[in-house]
């Protein structure tokens, strides 16, 4: 792919708009193509349609099904000029910083009542409770799933039966908090819940009504264009502590038709708890979708890694959680281990880029006597970051949740997607919380930003407008060993999450200064490179996501004085240098991938791959395929490789987060803000990241693969397992085969010699 703007500036001329909007509308017969069903990717290959580098514009046209169609070829300023095949997304002038940004909406916790029931969601008339094995009670399905037939019936929960998918320790941690969502297609929100008064939301009165547009002034997005956690805006917030045990369920409310997409995301999910220490059965791995009318029970035991074996009888005030009084519960597990900051996504095989962009992606706050989040309380434990004081844990006053992501939309103001960009896509609108660049009313204090990286394959760069210092605090949502201050933050990969401090106080009421992006995309390979503060300040650049993208307004003093603190000294590495190393395995992340399955459920062709322990060719994704299976209860340490060609992956490894023994073969490299405990490891191109993982407490197939997401989508994944030291577990796994009428399962497609 050439080194080209990947989008038309707005004020290219009428003649080239037009050829770029001819080129897109030509290239959407296939990508709604695809995306419907209609053919398939081995399909478009034998057409010549597609390559590893994107779609082709051969004579005959970009669409199978509309021989007349032409697109540019390159030389004609159209969309072979734009690796997108996109112009710029319309109507955005004059809108900057002019809508305030909104605070997440909180997503009500529900608590048992009488006989230890929860009031949950009918589902035909009937109420259903979690059960520690997956409600295979019938239920009519819409006849589009089942072929057009009206005797065909499916479970309501898509969760895969029986002992092997049943909730790990369900008796021992059963659900204390259940939280009800529904993944659907794009509507009005009427019950905004930011938990914290309108004054400090920037003015948003949340009684008014919230239509799904990225601002004011811009389109309402329709039904097929975006779906969101129950279909609203702003994004959704989950909140938890340590020793509360989450019964997540989610509802799957997206259309029975697949056909009803707008040309992209698929209407199967599966969720991931990002970064979560729990049972694989609750982990969204990529094979155990479900369906439309279904919904899937998560369980979150909210537990400290290494609770099996570590602190097993609670006896350390700091391995602990509030107690809503003031006080503090112990628990079981290391404290070291304790996380803050997580985020929950779709994770469909094939489809995860298309399913997160287009709406399928939250944040879970998890507090602990840690991070409790009450600022006031100072009980020795309590690190007392900023946060607020009315509430005994999980105050937000001061506490905010940001999700940054870079959207497109069409001609007619619907966000769009192009599922054939397999280097990654980029957009071309900065967005904040889902809002086109906003502002936010601050006051003269501290507060933390819990920063998301929720974009399909953009990286970014944050900074002051002033240059002025940030504290970093965490990232991946493990509080550091000790802060780390910054005038820039290091460049932010995909799914990488940056916990960080701003002080208000140095600034005078009525002063503004803004967020600024300094990292500057040509295509979704990875960075071009990194802009000084005063060229991405010029407006200059042809990123049009470089420069300011959010306003701070300092609006006015404090009412109370501001009691939090930034300690030298926050939470440690866990000291795993007496535990002795089971294993080490090499994973290289490269183009060129190869198939050598051919199961048309499990297995995939796509330009990426993985190849494991230097062994044999690098290989598509196959979630049927085990690559690696520790051994419960070991410690090994795992050398991922980019393989080259000026591609940058962040990897992300599920279940058992990790901490950076070397880059390029040396401690020297890893700086400051990656020596705390992580889940996403950059991989730099042609560099290398070793690491060392412990495997405890929980069982189950878990995966690996690349957080560019078009990447993973595109065969950059593989799937590996830890038996749970015995129990319901078999060794191998069968793999899961999901269908409207109920979950199946087959045996391994392949075992790799190295896995066990």
């Not at 609770?307 to 079981?332: C, E, M, Q, R």
């Not at 690996?704 to 078999?730: K, P, Q, Y």
């Amino acid at each position: 792919m050439s080194e080209r703007n990947f989008f038309l500036p707005w004020n290219a001329s009428k003649a080239r708009l037009k050829a770029a909007e001819d080129a897109r509308k030509n290239r959407m017969e296939i990508l709604k193509a695809y995306s419907q069903g209609q053919v398939t990717r081995r399909d478009l290959i034998k057409w010549g349609l597609i390559t590893t580098g994107g779609v082709l514009a051969p004579i005959g046209g970009l669409s199978p099904f509309v021989g007349s169609m032409r697109a540019d070829q390159g030389g004609g300023g159209g969309g072979g000029n734009i690796p997108t095949g996109a112009p710029p997304s319309p109507g955005l002038v004059g809108l900057e910083f002019s809508q305030p940004m909104p605070r997440f909406d909180v997503l009500q916790r529900k608590a048992p009542r009488q006989q230890g029931l929860f009031q949950l969601e009918p589902i035909n008339g009937a109420v259903y409770q979690p059960t520690a094995q997956s409600n295979q009670t019938l239920q009519n399905l819409n006849p589009a799933l089942v072929g057009g037939r009206t005797d065909q019936f499916g479970p309501i929960e898509g969760r895969p039966p029986g002992a092997i998918w049943a909730h790990q320790r369900f008796s021992q941690f059963p659900p204390k908090i259940v939280v009800e969502a529904s993944q659907a297609p794009a509507q009005t929100n009427f019950v905004y819940n930011p938990t914290v008064p309108s004054s400090l939301n920037s003015g948003i009165d949340p009684t008014q009504a919230i239509p799904l547009k990225f601002h004011p002034k811009l389109p309402i997005q329709g039904p097929q264009s975006v779906w969101t956690f129950n279909g609203t805006i702003p994004p959704k917030l989950v909140q938890a502590r340590y020793g509360e045990p989450v019964l997540f369920r989610h509802h799957n409310k997206l259309p029975f038709n697949r056909s009803q997409n707008g040309g992209f995301g698929t209407n199967t999910i599966s969720t991931h708890e990002h970064n979560g220490h729990h049972g694989a059965e609750n982990d969204g791995f990529t094979g155990a979708y479900f369906f439309p009318g279904q919904f899937y029970d998560y369980h979150w035991p909210v537990v400290l890694g290494g609770w099996t074996s570590f602190n097993t009888a609670a006896t350390d005030a700091k391995a602990s959680t509030p107690d809503g009084s003031g006080g503090l519960i112990k628990v079981a597990g290391d404290w070291h281990e304790t996380m803050s900051t997580h985020w929950f996504h779709d994770h469909m095989f094939s489809f995860t880029s298309q399913n997160v962009y287009k709406g399928n992606a939250a944040m879970f706050n998890i507090y602990s006597g840690l991070d409790r989040g009450n600022e006031s309380i100072n009980d020795g434990v309590n690190l007392r970051l900023p946060s607020g004081t009315s509430k005994d844990w999980g105050n937000l006053d001061y506490d905010v949740n940001i999700l940054l992501a870079d959207k497109a939309w069409d001609a007619s103001g619907q966000m769009y997607f192009d599922i054939f960009d397999f280097d990654g896509f980029l957009g071309d609108v900065m967005t904040v919380n889902l809002a086109y660049r906003p502002y936010f009313e601050v006051e003269r204090r501290k507060y933390r930003f819990r920063i998301l990286n929720a974009s399909v394959s953009r990286f970014f760069k944050v900074c002051l407008s002033d240059g002025s210092p940030m504290i970093q605090i965490a990232n991946d949502g493990n509080l550091f060993p000790s802060p780390v201050t910054l005038t820039q933050l290091d460049e932010q990969g995909i799914a990488e999450r940056y916990d960080i401090v701003i002080d208000f106080s140095r600034y005078a009421v009525g002063q503004k200064v803004w967020m600024v992006n300094l990292c500057e995309h040509q295509n979704g390979k990875k960075p071009a490179g990194d802009l000084s503060l005063a060229n991405a300040l010029a407006g200059t650049s042809a990123d049009p996501c470089v420069g300011k993208f959010l306003e701070f307004r300092i609006v006015r003093d404090p009412a109370q004085p501001d009691q939090s603190q930034v300690p030298a000294t926050m939470i440690p590495n866990p000291d795993l240098s007496n535990i002795p190393v089971a294993r080490e395995r090499v994973f290289n992340f490269g183009s060129g991938g190869t198939q050598t399955t051919l199961d048309p459920v499990t297995s995939y062709f796509g330009p990426w791959g993985i190849k494991t322990d230097n062994q044999g060719s690098t290989l598509n994704a196959d979630y049927g395929r085990i690559s690696a299976a520790p051994k419960y209860g070991t410690r090994e340490i795992w050398t991922l490789q980019n393989g080259g060609g000026g591609w940058d992956h962040p990897i992300h490894i599920h279940f058992e987060e990790g901490q950076i023994l070397a880059r390029n073969g040396s401690l020297s490299n890893v700086p400051a803000w990656e020596r705390g405990r992580k889940d996403v490891y950059r991989l730099r191109p042609s560099g290398s990241v070793t690491i060392t993982m412990q495997f405890r407490d929980w069982g189950g197939m878990f995966m690996e693969h690349c957080h560019n997401t078009v990447h993973e989508d595109n065969a950059m994944l593989l799937r590996w397992e830890l038996d749970d030291s015995g129990g319901a577990f078999l060794r191998p796994l069968p793999t899961p085969i999901p269908k409207p009428q109920g979950v199946t399962f087959i045996q391994p497609d392949d075992i790799l010699p190295t896995a066990y």
